[in-house]
């Protein structure tokens, strides 16, 4: 331990291991809404700043392994009693144990901010996830130290930062799905949704390409001559071809595969029915009377929807999309940097935008500006651009709002029963995928 206590002090270990937390914080509190929904996403999103952390970690190891180089100590050193092996393996503890505990802070750093609004905690999967993603650490490092003592120049160390950069990288977009998966330490965390998680099959064949990288690191640290650097790859070798077999072969489980207790719903007790999923389960009181004005202004239509749940479809993730449910209205959820309900405005009018009616990706029969218009009737407001107000809106044909304006103005000098049977025949067009243009500007009858 006193060995391993003076090369703590004295080697690169605690300084990379600061720079690699400090590094990792620093990019999780730079966009905290990323992260917020759960202990999942919080995961994943650290798995992807191995993109900066993992190349720190081969860079470091690289500029520790040339100590003796540099110090120009190596051939003393050769002539003592002790193995080299019984020497290098100080400077691998530490180097492990400092940047794997860098990974577990970055970790718990994050933790701190979602710890009381993230109810769903998958214990063993996070942990698994985590556990790999400290392992990945642990490969640069020791990858690094025997590449930093094979090629001690002074170049060497800043040469495979980038290059660590560039390996993350292209490791995750340029290889198939399987191979990606079974040698990459961010596949898969990038874009991912709020019910994601990674399959253990797909950790544990990363795991042991890692661990055969780290042997391989290892075995060159520790290698006397190019007898035993050529035999160092065949742990990383071995490794590949495992990881490559054990690795799955479906693409559901390989990319943004769902976690399906994180997607289940949780509802109110008491009706009108709210649900949202079980990781956004902390946002259901605050949505809940939001969803119900919405509902009590669709109320106003015969055959109304009852309930609101939350969209849990992964449209954009390779999904198809489902057919609506009859009597249901489905909204987006969204959770802020805080964990809360984010854009919490947006809910009452995404609850009556449709007239109850969902959209099924295959009914191109729908119109913004009547829809628009017949919302608007019902919320007893008029008509406002969807950008600043839906998420992610940024822009919209200039002329949807003035019509809907001017088709809302004329529902409203109508008897109130004449404008709803209009917007009830909108509503029943909606239903049966047919143009409802012009509806809101002649009788419904």
Not at 89 to 112: H, R, S
Not at 403 to 429: C, I, K, S, Y
Request: aromatic share 6%; proline share 6%.
């Amino acid at each position: 331990m006193s060995i391993l206590g003076l090369e703590l002090r004295r080697s690169a270990a605690l300084g990379a291991a600061l720079i690699a937390t400090a590094v990792g914080v620093g990019a999780l509190y730079t966009a905290t809404g990323r992260w917020s929904a759960g202990w999942m996403t919080l995961a994943l999103t650290i798995r992807e700043y191995l993109l900066l952390m993992w190349p720190l970690a081969l860079a470091a190891g690289a500029w520790q392994g040339r100590r003796e180089h540099r110090a120009k100590v190596g051939e003393l050193f050769a002539t003592t009693a002790r193995s080299r092996a019984g020497r290098m393996l100080p400077v691998l503890g530490a180097m492990a144990l400092t940047l794997a505990l860098a990974y577990l802070l970055v970790t718990a750093a994050g933790l701190a901010g979602i710890v009381t609004t993230a109810p769903y905690r998958p214990l063993p999967t996070f942990a698994v996830v985590t556990g790999v993603g400290a392992l990945s650490l642990v490969a640069a490092a020791w990858l690094g130290l025997g590449l930093g003592r094979m090629l001690p120049a002074l170049v060497t160390a800043p040469a495979l930062g980038v290059a660590g950069v560039l390996v993350v990288f292209f490791s995750t977009v340029g290889p198939a799905d399987r191979l990606a998966a079974a040698i990459s330490p961010v596949h898969g965390s990038g874009p991912f949704h709020d019910y994601q998680t990674i399959d253990n099959r797909v950790s544990g064949a990363l795991a042991i390409w890692l661990t055969g990288l780290a042997v391989t690191g290892l075995l060159l640290f520790v290698a006397g001559d190019w007898r035993a650097r050529t035999a160092a790859l065949l742990p990383v070798a071995l490794g590949l071809v495992a990881a490559t077999a054990i690795v799955p072969r479906d693409r559901d489980v390989l990319n943004w595969p769902v976690d399906p207790v994180a997607r289940e719903l949780i509802c109110t007790e008491d009706a009108p029915t709210v649900c949202v999923s079980r990781v956004h389960a902390n946002v259901l009181d605050t949505l809940t009377p939001l969803a119900r004005e919405g509902l009590a202004a669709l109320a106003k239509l015969p055959d109304a929807p009852t309930a609101v749940h939350e969209d849990t479809r992964t449209i954009g993730y390779d999904e198809a999309w489902p057919a609506p449910r009859a009597g249901v209205v489905t909204i987006e959820i969204r959770i802020d940097a805080r964990g809360g309900l984010a854009h919490p405005a947006s809910v009452v009018p995404a609850v009556v935008r449709g007239l109850g009616v969902g959209y099924d990706g295959q009914c191109r029969n729908r119109n913004d500006v009547v829809e628009r218009a017949a919302a608007s009737w019902l919320l007893g407001r008029e008509p406002r651009s969807d950008v600043g107000l839906v998420p992610g809106m940024i822009e919209e044909d200039p002329g949807i709002n003035p019509e809907a304006v001017t088709l809302w103005q004329g529902l409203r000098e109508l008897p109130d029963d004449e404008a709803l049977a209009r917007v009830t025949a909108v509503r029943n067009a909606l239903r049966a995928c047919q143009d409802p243009s012009g509806l809101l500007s002649r009788s419904a009858g």
